[in-house]
Structures are given as structure tokens and as C-alpha cells.
């Protein structure tokens, strides 16, 4: 796996994420970070800003990864796309696993690449049979060239296939059940598609299979309405985490235990003490969770 | 989600939904003026163009502003309004070809050389290559740079006949144009602008000896010198070719200058 006797991955922090909070790491904060040593569960990269070869960029990651666990998020193999994987890209997701030995490893119900142009953004996947048989065969893919379990990212969404034949749980369902894989719970992701979908977020949330979710994420999303003038969610990572997703967020821990809980916040991006007050608040959920008797008996 | 009724179950026809190919997805991302793809529906199971226009969004703006990070200069140099048009532009005829950004926009420099509205402005360009190679070397492999005394151990008779092995990161930029005074006071901010003589050309060395990108002035015939070089020339051959160019060369200098900013990581059988 590693080159054995390298100095700096035998002091590095234990790989394992705990279930603490963490947040998004950004290059700008990273300086403040490692001199305040702050105290935080993990932190959480794109893998695709560390696909160089060398630079800023890997010196940062590794000063990081000595004192953090670290969870690798990727956002461009395209799992949900209608052609094959990018070997290649699939290649370097591998090779970033064992360079950091991250923790946790994730990608998303999404596809973003078409031919050969990639669109970087998360687009939406039609839930019928034809799209469940090719999302299985990706992951079944990923898992066997990086050798590990991964997390799949519930999307958010703006529009619905007329083509879909059944609903996003239940798809999601039979890919952990054919794959293996293990889901990440995007809560906000949940509160944006229920509301642009004019659903119950705490129905979903009710049947979602919580047995098989590694990690959840957080992050702000932006208002918005629709052609008809329904309310319409952006998932823009830009702000704090909403009041109506700290509240479904509070259920899920609460009803399920703690469970390693990131915070992201991709644009506009704050001074690193604001980050890390989300964060903090995440954490003390967990923690009010995690004390006996509080816990509802499942 | 409650799927809409397909007309089949109306009419007693054969399935006729509507299947969404991302190939027409895609295409109608990257054209503001085609109609948003049959069969993506809102929550009443309608048509929702607005719904499809954040998407349509969400690419041309996150792409046009890694594009903006990229170029600095360029948005300084065309202001934020024009800056957004024009990589609007760009992003809708050359869409990424991989999901790693940091290798997105090594075709800006062409385009804006080749983009009618912008004929007046050819410094831009130049401009873009000296950004462009600034990333490349930002993300390129590590490696140390050559020990500039290094020379001093090849015997005198064999030094005409060096090569040097290029460091991963280095690249010249040559232009008419002053590029390094204009990347210096639209990305670095270090200079006025208001002293820039638009007619003076400008040659520059980019490399990464350790953890910081340097971009260096060549002297005169410098950057033919350093070319050579870098694509495996002899020392002799590549100052040959520089004295061709311009008889202002100075070997000696353009030589030091080289091995001291990190241009190579060794010299070739040594």
C-alpha cells in the first residue's frame, strides 16, 4: 500500500473519521488552521484540486493529513453518466487514496461529463431501470480499482424525469443493495430536492436507510422560485447551514447516533472562524446525541 | 414523487415518455438559446425552463469564474463585466475536457488572440500565456533545481556540449509585448501600471524552484537561449542560436540568470 519506513506517513493522524464535525478544507484557511491547531473531527477535500503534480497544493494536504483524518470527496467521475468511467480519472481517484489514506471516500448520483466535455456541475440522473444498471456497474467499477468501500452522495435537484419509473429512495436503495457502497447524507441536499419536488423532507428522511450512511454533510443553499412561482432551492454551498436543516439534522442524530458530520461551504467562503462556528454547532448536536438517555430507543 | 402519467394510460397507446439523453442535456447547457430537453418536468409534471436554467447557470458561471481565477490579469485588464461576456464565450465553444480544472483554459490565450472584438488589444494574449504557464508551474511535478556551482564540475573542453534537463515546471513566454510588466501590475499589483511602454518587448522564464512561482525578465536573445535548452539544445547550439537572433546577447548572464532561477534540474550525464 505505502512505502514503509516514510517518516511522514508514520506520524501522521490516525485514518479513521470519527463521529465528530469537520468542515470543507480551504486553502485559504489552511495557514490559520494549522497554527491554531484547531480542534475539529476531520476535514474533507475535492479530489480533483489535488490532481497535480506536485506544488502548494500536496505540501498543504499532507501538513493537514499529520494532524487530521482526512475524507476524500470527489465531484467529477460522472457515476451517473450514460457512457463509461474516465479510467484515467479513475486512476488518479485510486492513487489519492493511497497517497492520503483518507478515512472516508465519496462521489455522487450525478453525472457531469458527456462525450468529452465536462459540465462541473452535479446533473441529475433519471431514476428507471436502464440508469440504476449502469450506476451499479460505475460503482461496482470504482470499488474495484480504488479497493474500498465508497459513499454515494444523495443529489439535490431542480427538475424530475418524465422517464423515471421509481422514486430516489427507492434507487438508492437497490444501489447499496447491489453494490455494497455506503451512502453520504447530504441533509441539505435533502431540504433543496424536497422543497423543489414539494415533498416531505422529514417523510424522506423517515425511510432513507440509515443503516447504510457513513457520513452527512451540511452546507447553505440559496432561495430561489420556479416557473410557476413555487419556491425553488440552489444548492450553492454559499452561507450558513439553514434553521430548517439544523432541525432535521437534530432528528437524524438524535433518532440514529452520531454520525461523522461535515460542513461545506464552497462560495464565498468566510474568514475561517465563521466556518468553524458552523462547525461548532454541528458538534454540540452530536455531542447532546451521544449522551445516554437522550437517545430514543430504536 | 408521483410519476406523471404518460399518455399511454390515456389514449391506450404504446409508452411515449419522453427519454432525456444527456448528449441533448448537454447541448442545450451550452447554448442559451436552445430550448430546454423534452421530458424534464417540474412538480405539477410540466415543462419547467426555469428549473433547467439553473443548471444552464450553475455551469456557465462556476466554469467562467475557474476561468476567472486562472487570469487574474486578464480580468483586471478587461474589467469584471467584460471578463464574465467573454468567458461566456470561451466556455460555450470549449467546454473542459476533463474534470481536473487546474488543466482548464490552455486554449484562452488562442482564443482571445482569435477573438475579433478584442483585435485591438493583441498584448492580451501574452498576457493569458504568462498566466496559463503560471498555473501549469503552480501544480507541476516537485524537484529540486540545479546547484547553479554544478557547471563548474564538467571539464572546460566538454562544457560547449551540456544539455541540461529541463525542471518540470519551467516555461518561456516571449512576446512583443511587455507581458511581465503587465502580469506584474494586473495580477501582483506590485507596480504602477501608468509606466508601462506598450512597445517594449518582454521575454520571461516561469518556474517553481521550491514552493513559490517565480516569473523572470530574460535579457535580450534569452529566450531563444533558454528554448533551445529547454528542448535539449547544447549550450553551444543554443547560443549559437541566440547570437543569430540578437548580437545583444550575452552568454555569460543569460547562463547565471538560467541556473539561478531554477530553469533545470540537472545537467544531462553529470
Given amino acids: 500500500m505505502f512505502s514503509e519506513g516514510s517518516p511522514s506517513r508514520q506520524s501522521r493522524a490516525d485514518a479513521t473519521i470519527p463521529a465528530h464535525a469537520g468542515a470543507g478544507l480551504k486553502p485559504e484557511h489552511i495557514a490559520e488552521i494549522l497554527a491554531d491547531r484547531a480542534d475539529i473531527g476531520f476535514f474533507e477535500v475535492h479530489a480533483e484540486n489535488y490532481m497535480g503534480a506536485g506544488g502548494p497544493p500536496h505540501r498543504q494536504l499532507e501538513a493537514i493529513r499529520q494532524d487530521y483524518p482526512l475524507s476524500l470527496h470527489g465531484v467529477g467521475l460522472s457515476i451517473g453518466g450514460e457512457q463509461a468511467l474516465d479510467k484515467a480519472h479513475l486512476q488518479r481517484l485510486a492513487g489519492l487514496n493511497r497517497r492520503y489514506e483518507p478515512g472516508l471516500f465519496s462521489e455522487h448520483l450525478a453525472w457531469s461529463t458527456h462525450d468529452t466535455a465536462y459540465f462541473n456541475d452535479l446533473l441529475p440522473v433519471p431514476y428507471d431501470e436502464a440508469a440504476l444498471e449502469r450506476v451499479c456497474d460505475h460503482i461496482d467499477e470504482v470499488q474495484e480499482t480504488v479497493g474500498r468501500r465508497m459513499l454515494l452522495e444523495n443529489p439535490s435537484t431542480y427538475v424530475a424525469f418524465e422517464q423515471s419509473t421509481m422514486s430516489e429512495l427507492d434507487f438508492l436503495k437497490e444501489i447499496t443493495r447491489r453494490t455494497g457502497c455506503g451512502l453520504l447524507l447530504d441533509i441539505n441536499n435533502v431540504h433543496v430536492s424536497c422543497t423543489n419536488h414539494q415533498r416531505s423532507a422529514e417523510d424522506y428522511l423517515a425511510d432513507f436507510p440509515l443503516n447504510a450512511v457513513g457520513e452527512i454533510?451540511?452546507?447553505?443553499?440559496?432561495?430561489?422560485?420556479?416557473?410557476?412561482?413555487?419556491?425553488?432551492?440552489?444548492?450553492?454551498?454559499?452561507?450558513?447551514?439553514?434553521?430548517?436543516?439544523?432541525?432535521?439534522?437534530?432528528?437524524?442524530?438524535?433518532?440514529?447516533?452520531?454520525?461523522?458530520?461535515?460542513?461545506?461551504?464552497?462560495?464565498?467562503?468566510?474568514?475561517?472562524?465563521?466556518?468553524?462556528?458552523?462547525?461548532r454547532a454541528a458538534e454540540r448536536i452530536l455531542v447532546q446525541a451521544a449522551e445516554p438517555g437522550l437517545r430514543r430507543a430504536v | 414523487m408521483a410519476a406523471p402519467k404518460s399518455l399511454s394510460s390515456v389514449a391506450g397507446l404504446t409508452d411515449v415518455t419522453v427519454r432525456t439523453g444527456s448528449g441533448e442535456f448537454g447541448r442545450a447547457l451550452l447554448d442559451p438559446e436552445a430550448a430546454p430537453p423534452a421530458g424534464l418536468v417540474g412538480p405539477d409534471g410540466k415543462a419547467a425552463?426555469?428549473?433547467?436554467?439553473?443548471?444552464?447557470?450553475?455551469?456557465?458561471?462556476?466554469?467562467?469564474?475557474?476561468?476567472?481565477?486562472?487570469f487574474p490579469a486578464i480580468v483586471s485588464l478587461v474589467g469584471d463585466d467584460y471578463f464574465n461576456a467573454l468567458a461566456r464565450a470561451f466556455v460555450t465553444r470549449h467546454p473542459p475536457q476533463s474534470p481536473v480544472l487546474m488543466w482548464y483554459g490552455g486554449a484562452f490565450a488562442g482564443f482571445l488572440e482569435s477573438f475579433p472584438p478584442l483585435a485591438a488589444y493583441p498584448y492580451l494574449a501574452d498576457v493569458a500565456r504568462v498566466e496559463w504557464a503560471w498555473l501549469q508551474a503552480y501544480h507541476a511535478a516537485d524537484a529540486a533545481p540545479l546547484d547553479p556551482a554544478a557547471l563548474s564540475a564538467v571539464a572546460p573542453e566538454d562544457v560547449p556540449a551540456v544539455r541540461f534537463t529541463r525542471h518540470p515546471a519551467a516555461?518561456?513566454?516571449?512576446?512583443?509585448?511587455?507581458?511581465?510588466?503587465?502580469?506584474?501590475?494586473?495580477?501582483?499589483?506590485?507596480?504602477?501600471?501608468?509606466?508601462?511602454?506598450?512597445?517594449?518587448?518582454?521575454?520571461?522564464?516561469?518556474?517553481?524552484?521550491?514552493?513559490?512561482?517565480?516569473?523572470?525578465?530574460?535579457?535580450?536573445?534569452?529566450?531563444?537561449?533558454?528554448?533551445?535548452?529547454?528542448?535539449?539544445?547544447?549550450?553551444?547550439?543554443?547560443?549559437?542560436?541566440?547570437?543569430?537572433?540578437?548580437?545583444?546577447?550575452?552568454?555569460?548572464?543569460?547562463?547565471?540568470?538560467?541556473?539561478?532561477?531554477?530553469?533545470?534540474?540537472?545537467?544531462?550525464?553529470?
Fill in chain 1, 217 to 279: 454533510h451540511l452546507g447553505g443553499h440559496a432561495p430561489d422560485t420556479d416557473d410557476a412561482g413555487r419556491p425553488l432551492l440552489i444548492d450553492a454551498h454559499d452561507r450558513e447551514v439553514d434553521d430548517a436543516v439544523w432541525k432535521l439534522y437534530e432528528s437524524v442524530v438524535r433518532n440514529n447516533g452520531p454520525l461523522p458530520t461535515l460542513i461545506e461551504w464552497d462560495n464565498d467562503v468566510p474568514a475561517w472562524p465563521v466556518l468553524f462556528a458552523e462547525v
Fill in chain 2, 171 to 270: 516555461a518561456v513566454v516571449a512576446s512583443k509585448w511587455p507581458v511581465l510588466d503587465l502580469v506584474r501590475a494586473n495580477r501582483f499589483a506590485t507596480d504602477a501600471a501608468a509606466g508601462i511602454d506598450l512597445d517594449e518587448p518582454q521575454a520571461v522564464l516561469v518556474t517553481r524552484p521550491d514552493l513559490e512561482v517565480g516569473v523572470f525578465l530574460l535579457r535580450p536573445g534569452g529566450e531563444v537561449f533558454l528554448s533551445a535548452l529547454l528542448e535539449g539544445s547544447t549550450l553551444e547550439g543554443a547560443a549559437a542560436s541566440a547570437l543569430e537572433k540578437t548580437s545583444e546577447f550575452s552568454l555569460p548572464d543569460c547562463l547565471s540568470d538560467c541556473l539561478s532561477s531554477g530553469a533545470f534540474t540537472a545537467i544531462e550525464g553529470y
Fill in chain 2, 49 to 70: 425552463p426555469k428549473r433547467f436554467n439553473v443548471y444552464r447557470n450553475n455551469v456557465i458561471v462556476s466554469l467562467s469564474e475557474a476561468l476567472g481565477q486562472t
